[in-house]
């Protein structure tokens, strides 16, 4: 076991190597760079002044030369300054980590919560009306557009019934403090969680249902009903046990997105996250910010792919690494 | 059939199902029902259990098919049955009747009654009429199963121990945790696998006929009165397959149960069955002592099944096979199922499908050929 972590470790760096270059060489190739997106339109600003603030910023080398750069830099844990924001990269991103964790890892627990036992009766009662509301609600979430369906749901719950705010993450000049702060934040999530859990359940819900259907024709299912077992123990130990393997990979993958942020609903609901800050260095060009958020999502998506792995042998006996 | 008759007729077969499958989901929601509904009298009390007219269905989308249709057998305390047939023809869907193990509520049983002698409980109950509370006692502890394939019927991600315990545990409600332990060694003991650690092994870290010994154990862990064995060597090597009858053998004497042996090895059931029942799509078309199939086969079919086995010692280029498949179970014809494989047919094979008469007191027979043996006895 520890050998195989050593080993999928060392792996892992040089899969982030290889991704740095990828990722570098596509964040310069984008037409319009940081320098001429700033000064865009502004008739003051003469071409040798561009070229200056280039060599500053770092821009007039090429790929192969900013990415060298780059890595040394990135090596020695500095990943640079972001254009925009004028702070080091690692600054930038934990002061805008709070709201799109707190965003995705409380929808994402609903999200489990949810999935798995609506997925486990829609299997039970597979082909019965249950199943197919079920059903029907999982591809409707999966087919709405996030957009669409905050829309909706701002004009009633915001506009019509008025019981929550529209945007935003606090309301503002309000001052509160304490519980009533936390009250606050509650009522500003609310809404982006409901978007959030509604479009990323289909996905979960479907997914244990195949599962749970899959496990409950096996013949260990069979068995355990033969010894006598009560319909519930037969669910709930012997059919939910298997089915836990191929789900437990599935949450592994879904770390990285607790911190890359729904880019969309975040925009929607002028959350000041990640995932917008992101969009908005992409827009501009910061590529010190893109460069370190990506490699940040990039760790993040190998971590998650290893401890999916680890849990794997944990819940399968017959997996030994 | 015109495409609109078909879709016609497919609307009828689900308008048909969708109302068998609310009054099953209906009687299944019931868990518990007084003792009246389900309890009745053995017709003879020397039974373990009584087949009467057993009718086991399936209401699928294309048909209803009859895979058990009036089959009446009945086994003996502490005797050994064996069920006989190609596969399809009703062997397996017969005893996952009785284990009430059917896949709902597409298979049900239609019709017809398993009478179970609880000779503990000093009753006899009817296994259809059961409601599920009452099945869970049974199931496991009175009547247990050994499945076919032994790689499967284990679940991959508990211990063997976790699983021996868990059945004994369930019904021995009041046994303490070290002698529920003990009994799991005790049974290992009784299949001749036990080992100091072997209730820690999975599944996965047996072969495939120490798995099946597990399952074995599992299933006379409770001391049952009856052990339903569907086709319990079909997955193992031959060798193996010696060892595992001998064992099963010895012990239902031990134990002093009854075996329903399901299988379409008559090797197997020469060696183990003291009565033997021959099915064909779905009905029973033979049955006797194994003695009276074995040296006075009546049937067509057990004639064919007889020739088509291999014998030591003599030699022939090709085996001898049965032509024909077993008929489409949706539409069944009118007349004998074996007609249009026989090669022995009558006359009288055109009309109506034939009565089982007896040719003597144990031996009975479905065929229009046997009707004047009877007459010319009498």
Known sequence: MRQYIIKRVVVSFIVLFLVSIL???????????????????????????????????????????????????????????????????????????????????????????????????????QYSMTDYTIVAIAIMGISLPSFFFASVLR??????????????????????????????????????IIVFVINGIGGLLRYVRTNMLEV???????????????ERKVIGKHAFR????????MVGGMIPSLFSGAVITEGIFSLEGLGRVALDSVYNGDIPYLMGFNMFIAVLTLIGTLISDILYAVVDPRVRY | MTAKEQKQRLKEIKKFNAKKYKEYNKNQRRKRAPESEYVTKMADNDNIIEFDDLKTYFYTDIGTVKAVDGVSFEIKRGKTIGVVGESGCGKSVTSLSVMGLLQGPTGQVAGGSIRFNQVGKNRAVDLTKLPVKEYEKIRGNEISMIFQEPMTTLNPVFTIGDQLMECIALHNPNMKKKDIEARALETLEMVGIKRDGMLDLYPHELSGGMRQRVVIA?????????????????????????????????LKDKINASIMLITHDLGVVAEMADYVVVMYAGRIVEQGTADDIFHHPAHPYTIGLMKSKPMLGEHVDRLYSIPGNVPNPINLPEHCYFKNRCEMCVDKCEGAYPELISLSETHKVSCYLRENEVKGEN
């Open chain 1, 23 to 125: 990722l570098y060489s596509i964040a310069r190739s984008v037409p319009g760079d940081y320098v001429a997106n700033v000064t865009g339109g502004n008739p003051n600003i003469t071409p040798e002044m561009q070229q200056r603030m280039r060599e500053l910023y770092g821009l007039d080398k090429g790929i192969f030369e900013g990415y060298v750069s780059w890595l040394k830099d990135a090596l020695h844990g500095d990943l640079g300054t972001s254009f925009k924001y004028q702070k080091p990269v690692v600054e930038v991103i934990k002061s805008y980590m709070a709201p799109t964790f707190a965003l995705a890892f409380i929808s994402m627990v609903l999200e489990i919560l949810l999935a798995i036992p609506l997925g486990i009766i829609a299997a039970r009662k």
């Open chain 1, 155 to 192: 004009r009633w719950l915001s506009i019509g019934l008025g019981i929550l705010p529209i945007s935003g993450m606090v309301t503002a000049r309000a001052n509160y403090q304490g519980f009533d702060l936390f009250i606050d934040y509650a009522k500003h999530f609310t809404l982006p």
């Open chain 1, 216 to 230: 409950l024709s096996a013949d260990y299912v069979r068995t355990a009903r033969a010894k006598g077992l009560p």
């Open chain 1, 242 to 249: 298997n089915t836990l393997i191929p789900i437990v990979t």
């Open chain 2, 218 to 250: 599992m299933a006379l862990s409770c001391n049952p009165q009856l052990i339903i064995a569907d086709e319990p060597t079909t997955a193992l090597d031959v060798t193996i397959q010696a060892q595992i009858l001998d064992l099963l053998r010895e």
